[in-house]
């Protein structure tokens, strides 16, 4: 399992896992803790890609800063200048853009790891449900 993958392919992924085959509970209860594992797998996969993108995106802002104070034609003056310069800046903004992604894929991580968790209860529902409409 590929931990860098991207949203689409995560949540069609997600809606195969949490889904649950009311005529095989057995099973869906038996993959329960494995499915949580796979994605506290992911979720620590992509927590610590995330810190590394922030690190790697200050670093890059410094350099940048050092670029735009020393060497680039129009120097900046100000502070509002700089952070103008910063954010305009095709790299920078690109290498914010991964971060708001994977902070999206971490967050759907979340979600589908809150899902797994609640699975028990729409099996026991599911259960009482078939109890009741086959007259149990």
Do not use: C
């Not at 003056?77 to 910063?86: D, G, I, R, S, Y």
């Not at 529902?125 to 409409?133: A, L, R, S, V, Y």
């Amino acid at each position: 399992m590929g931990y860098s993958m991207n949203l689409n392919d995560l949540k069609e992924m997600a809606k195969r896992d949490v889904s649950i085959d009311r005529n095989d509970i057995v099973s869906a209860t038996v993959e329960t803790p494995m499915l949580i594992h796979k994605y506290l797998d992911l979720f620590t996969a992509n927590a610590k890609s995330l810190l590394n993108a922030r690190r790697d995106l200050a670093i890059k802002k410094q350099e940048k800063m050092l670029f735009y104070k020393t060497e680039y034609k129009l120097k900046p003056e100000t502070a509002k200048e700089m952070q103008m310069l910063l954010e305009g800046d095709e790299e920078l903004a690109g290498m914010n853009a991964n971060i708001e992604m994977r902070e999206t894929i971490i967050k759907f991580i979340e979600e589908t790891i809150r899902t797994l968790r609640n699975r028990p209860y729409e099996i026991k529902n599911i259960i009482e449900w078939q109890k009741f409409t086959h007259g149990g």
